[in-house]
């Protein structure tokens, strides 16, 4: 879908997972939120995500938030659902509240102090396009800033999440949050970016011809791309490499951030990215000003 959404500034926060989960209440003393009590740690990792993103503070309280994760409270599900079927027992009124997951955004938006619009879409493959498409509509409905933002976690079985995942035992895991602010905090402020398009296409082919269409001077390929055939697709434009912090579903966020820092005027990226089990695709496109 033709889009018209407008970056201003952008920020976030990941750690790669190797053996254990690493704590976070260090990282989390730091953060100019007050933090909400017993948080689980999707919530606190998109604290973290924030706390690294200019303007965070100070938002209009009528700030709208679009959250969109991979597994959103996966943690929480798995800790209740395994009290429940392992010791049949009921899970306590704050382990179940964070099984929501839409409790998150609850969370964010309290800390921020923000009651505006707020939407949590969750989905394996594709969370950041549709939170780009919610945040798209969102300017009609609104003249509020628009936070988006991503985040995912790994619970602490990192074994059994890599079967979940169906990726190798081998296979290095990350968690984290990106976040972008869709509308000016000051009337001044010029965007950095804007973001041009988001949608499927039917094919390869399809998205090889949307890119010259286009005038795509680089390109970035999804995780689910990288790891298949289509990874070897001659799409026009500079193929942007990027090192994985490891893997995770909304990995497509932190790309886009780390090709923001470098791009120049005028130039444009298209982002591929894909769902397994389809050969439908999804493109993005980001032009930077």
């Known amino acids: ?32 939120f007050k933090l909400p ?18 303007s965070c503070m100070g938002l209009n309280k009528h700030a709208n938030l679009v959250l969109a994760s991979g597994d959103a409270n996966l943690s929480s599900t798995i800790a209740n659902s395994e009290q429940i079927f392992d010791s049949g027992t009921i899970p306590n009124p704050i382990g179940f509240i ?22 949590t879409v969750s989905r394996d493959h594709c969370s950041l396009e549709a939170g780009i498409q919610i945040a ?17 976690e790994v619970p602490p079985d990192l074994e059994q999440h890599r079967v979940r995942l169906k990726i190798s035992g081998e296979a290095q895991l990350a968690e984290g949050s ?22 499927p296409v039917a094919d390869d082919k399809a998205a090889i011809q949307f890119f010259k269409q286009r005038g795509v001077t680089h390109h970035i390929l999804g995780d689910f791309i990288q790891s298949s055939p289509l990874r070897d697709l001659a799409l026009p434009g500079q193929r942007v490499a990027l090192a ?25 990226l298209g982002m591929l990215n894909g769902t397994v089990g389809s ?11």
């Not at 879908?1 to 053996?19: K, R």
């Not at 955004?105 to 619009?117: N, R």
């Not at 050969?279 to 000003?289: I, P, W």
Request: net charge neutral.
């Open 279 to 289: 050969r439908r695709l999804s493109v993005t496109l980001v032009e930077k000003h």
């Open 136 to 152: 798209s509509t969102m300017q009609f409905s609104s003249d509020s800033a628009i936070l988006l933002g991503t985040a995912d």
């Open 1 to 32: 879908m033709e889009l018209n959404l407008p970056l201003f500034t952008y920020g976030g926060y990941c750690h790669t997972v190797s053996q254990q989960l690493p704590p976070l209440n260090g990282l989390l003393k730091e953060v100019p």
């Open 178 to 199: 990106f976040w972008f602010l869709c509308s000016p905090s000051q009337p001044t402020d010029k965007a950095q970016a804007t973001i041009q398009y988001c949608g």
């Open 244 to 268: 994985s912090q490891g893997y995770y579903l909304t990995q497509n966020a932190y790309y886009l951030q780390r090709w923001l820092d470098d791009a120049r005027q005028g130039e444009r």
């Open 98 to 119: 964070n099984t929501v997951n839409n409790s998150t955004a609850f969370h964010i938006s309290m800390a921020l102090g923000i009651h505006g619009q707020s939407i």
């Open 37 to 54: 009590r017993r948080s689980d740690r999707l919530t606190q990792l998109s604290l973290l995500g924030l706390a690294n993103m200019p």
